[in-house]
């Protein structure tokens, strides 16, 4: 670097900050993700029509609700797909983030759990079994020894 302050800075392409240390990524952090990624992945096969008993019985009388209805869940799934890769990027902020998106999920699949019932025995497992590996996942998060990697200089978090 120079004292010339009408010259730019230089700087080596070594120097440049290249985010965060994803190698240093503890294993607690990496199986929270991939437990996040397989029940989103479940959560929108689950989706499919016949999978789940009634859930697209009305969308035959209005095409409007219907296109609504998977355009929310798409929207849903990209959001939680984003804020699950920021999360694996080290962005701290986004691990709260998808805390607060998971919290609104289960208080909306859990408060009425008897329309998951009506949906049949598959609803009941998928629900169950992701909403279970979802909160290992931000105990993982959250409570473990990779809460820290967030806040750490090689974490963009």
């Known amino acids: 670097m120079t004292d010339d302050p009408f010259r ?16 240093a990524r503890p294993a607690s952090v990496t199986l929270a993700c991939r437990l996040l990624w397989a029940t989103l992945i479940i959560g929108a ?3 499919i029509p016949g999978v789940r008993t009634g859930l697209w019985s009305g969308v035959g009388e209005n095409a409007g609700a219907g296109a ?7 929207a849903m799934t990209v ?8 999360v ?3 962005r701290g902020w986004a691990r ?6 998971l919290l609104a999920g289960w208080l ?3 408060s009425d759990f008897s329309e998951s019932i009506g949906q049949g025995m598959a609803a009941v497992v998928i629900d169950l079994s992701t909403g279970i590996a979802e909160v290992v996942a931000i105990c993982l998060l959250f409570l473990s020894n990779g ?3 967030f806040g750490k200089p090689g974490a963009s978090g």
Do not use: Q
């Open 96 to 101: 709260w983030l998808l805390l607060a998106y």
């Open 108 to 110: 909306m699949t859990f």
């Open 88 to 90: 694996s990027h080290g």
């Open 68 to 74: 609504f209805a998977l355009g929310f869940i798409v």
């Open 45 to 47: 096969l689950s989706m």
């Open 8 to 23: 730019a800075p230089k700087a080596r392409l070594s120097d440049a900050d290249t985010g965060p240390d994803l190698a």
């Open 147 to 149: 809460r820290f990697w």
């Open 79 to 86: 959001l939680e797909a984003w804020l699950i890769r920021l």
